[in-house]
């Protein structure tokens, strides 16, 4: 565990307990390392979306913005949730934001006063946690197993409701897990909102990117749930902008506005070249959004094969670009941390485990579909002999 410097604020933590950096440290030397940590996909943004941004820098797309974002990329996003089903946005009701990831920091800023409580689910996408307890607010995690596929249900989440919680926290499809919330769950979940008078963020920023018969429903567009969900999302995924740093609020004006004063106090506008890119990615043709995803399928059947091929179980990766793979089915009774370390040191591949997206168990590992089917296919075999190798030392300890 990493020592903190005693002159830090004690809101700063390292969430991972210095994990990461322990494996970077192990990758460092090792020059033929397979990724599958990092959710940054290793494709291009598309060529017409690179160009449009190029075109706008030469035309002068140099300077700051209104603090919402440009005009016409905040109608492109209304009309693009419209079209998806979702709610019915005005342009003053969404808000561009220097990536989803800031979203949840001006969230939890706007909304969270000290002590009120927060529901998240566990494991789930960890920044919402370290936003709200730099809030001072009260964390209250719902934590989820591979019994449901690591499904958020109504159940679960109405277990955690009390008089103090403010803000439930959905996020489909769920990052570590891959899990899609059927729909049905949503309308029940969103029950329980209105029930319990919840402010709902529904984090759908890989909605675009599911695998099979499983689509996602948006919370905002459900009775009653316009005025009391905030809805996050973005262009990284869909479509590989991460390094863009771009992402979006939308929810009824009377949160926006305000929220819009805090992300103005953070970053004053959004990058402008990063709002026009944006806005030729979201009007232009969705034919990338669909080859990435079925690029994504197929490398989500090949890491689903080299798992049945060891005998690891995993929960089924119905959408975003992650298999969460269970290292306790091995039965080696290793950590999925220690488990990780050794794959790298010996195999040279790289994973996260799930605790570092709070999960409960230290038995998960989060693989992302970051490599070409090719790479893919090379770490599941290097994958096979590190637990070989473990199987032969088990063995010679009997
Ligand atoms: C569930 C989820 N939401 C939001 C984000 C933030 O994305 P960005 O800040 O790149 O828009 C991520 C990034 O990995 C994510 O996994």
Not at 173 to 195: C, F, H, M
Not at 203 to 221: C, K, M, Q, W
Request: negative net charge; contains cysteine.
């Amino acid at each position: 565990m990493t020592e903190l410097d005693p002159r830090l604020a004690r809101r700063v933590k390292l969430s991972d307990g210095g994990l990461i950096t322990k494996m970077l440290d192990i990758a460092t030397g090792i020059d033929d390392v397979i990724k599958l940590g990092r959710g940054d996909p290793d494709l291009c943004t598309p060529a017409h979306i690179i160009k449009a941004g190029q075109d706008a820098l030469a035309n002068g797309a140099t300077h700051y913005t209104h603090p919402m974002g440009i005009e016409p990329l905040r109608q492109a996003i209304a009309d693009n949730i419209r079209h998806y089903g979702g709610a019915d946005y005005g342009v003053d009701e969404v808000m561009i934001t220097p990536g989803g990831q800031q979203g949840m920091f001006i969230i939890a800023l706007s909304l969270l006063n000290p002590g009120d409580e927060i529901i998240v689910p566990c494991p789930g996408y960890n920044p919402y946690q370290q936003a709200a307890e730099m809030s001072d607010a009260v964390v209250c995690k719902v934590p989820m197993t591979m019994e449901t596929n690591f499904t958020l249900t109504a159940q679960m989440v109405e277990a955690h409701i009390t008089a103090k919680s403010k803000i439930l926290v959905l996020i489909n499809p769920n990052n570590p897990t891959g899990t899609v919330t059927p729909p049905n769950e949503v309308r029940k979940i969103t029950e329980l909102a209105k029930k319990h008078d919840l402010i709902v963020i529904s984090d759908e920023i890989y909605a675009r990117l599911t695998f099979g018969n499983n689509t996602v429903l948006p919370v905002a567009s459900l009775p009653g749930m316009k005025e009391r969900t905030i809805t996050l999302s973005g262009f990284s995924k869909a479509y590989a902008m991460t390094g863009w740093r771009i992402g979006y609020l939308a929810g009824p004006r009377k949160l926006i506005k305000p929220m819009s004063e805090v992300n103005h106090a953070f970053a004053i506008s959004t990058a402008a070249v990063s709002q026009h890119a944006a806005l030729a990615a979201i009007t232009g043709s969705q034919d990338c959004v669909e080859e990435m995803r079925q690029t994504y399928d197929a490398r989500r059947a090949a890491i689903c094969e080299g798992l049945d091929a060891i005998g690891m179980s995993y929960a089924e990766p119905q959408g975003a670009f992650y298999v969460y793979a269970n290292v306790a089915s091995l039965g080696f009774g290793i950590t999925a941390g220690a488990f990780c370390e050794r794959l790298l040191a010996d195999g040279h591949v790289m994973m996260y485990p799930g605790t570092i997206y709070g999960d409960h168990t230290d038995d998960f590992v989060r693989m992302s579909m970051t490599q070409p089917v090719e790479r893919i296919k090379i770490a599941m075999q290097r994958m096979a002999d590190v637990v070989e190798s473990f199987l032969t030392e088990s063995q010679q300890s009997d």
